[in-house]
């Protein structure tokens, strides 16, 4: 119910999934995108390198960033923008991706990452009329956040 509720509202499209490998599937849920295990592996790339106890350090995301590292979805490769750490003793990440005027917020959890996608210069149909209806990046970050967050509380 979070992702309809909170991400559709404010992204073009959203998603919640598994990164972890220990769910039968992937996809918790998603609306109007389709992530690959493979697209979810570059975007987990971005806070653990799959094997450690801890996340990587804002040093790793930086070095990731320079040798230019992109996340992929849907065929659509997007440039690592920024990362914040999150929750107590930052213990979650919010990644920022662009390509031009739209991008992906990613946010993790101990298991789940949640995903959605900002453009600003997106349209929507009024009446058979495509008019101006931009969903810019500060509105989808804050509730990939808040979705990640109750992620966390709940232990996924």
């Known amino acids: 119910g979070d992702l309809w509720k909170e991400l559709m509202p404010v ?10 490998g220990s769910a039968a599937s992937t996809v918790y849920a998603q609306e109007g995108m389709n ?5 979810i592996k570059l975007m987990t790339d971005t806070w653990w390198d799959g ?4 996340w990587t350090s804002d040093d790793e995301f930086s070095e990731l960033c320079t040798k230019g590292h992109k996340v992929e979805a849907e065929g659509v ?7 914040n750490a999150f929750g107590d ?12 005027k739209s991008g992906l917020v990613f946010a993790h959890a101990d ?4 995903v959605a996608k900002f453009d600003d210069e997106h349209k929507a149909d009024q009446g ?29």
């Open 11 to 20: 992204s073009v499209s959203a998603g919640i999934y598994d990164f972890s």
């Open 35 to 39: 992530l690959t295990p493979a697209d």
């Open 51 to 54: 094997a450690s106890t801890n």
């Open 77 to 83: 490769k997007y440039m690592l923008s920024n990362r």
């Open 89 to 100: 003793a930052d213990c979650q990440h919010i990644i920022q991706t662009r390509k031009g």
């Open 111 to 114: 298991y789940t990452v949640v």
């Open 128 to 156: 058979g009329e495509m008019v101006p209806s931009p969903l810019p990046v500060g509105p989808v970050s804050m509730a990939v956040q808040g979705v990640a967050e109750k992620y966390k509380e709940a232990g996924y």
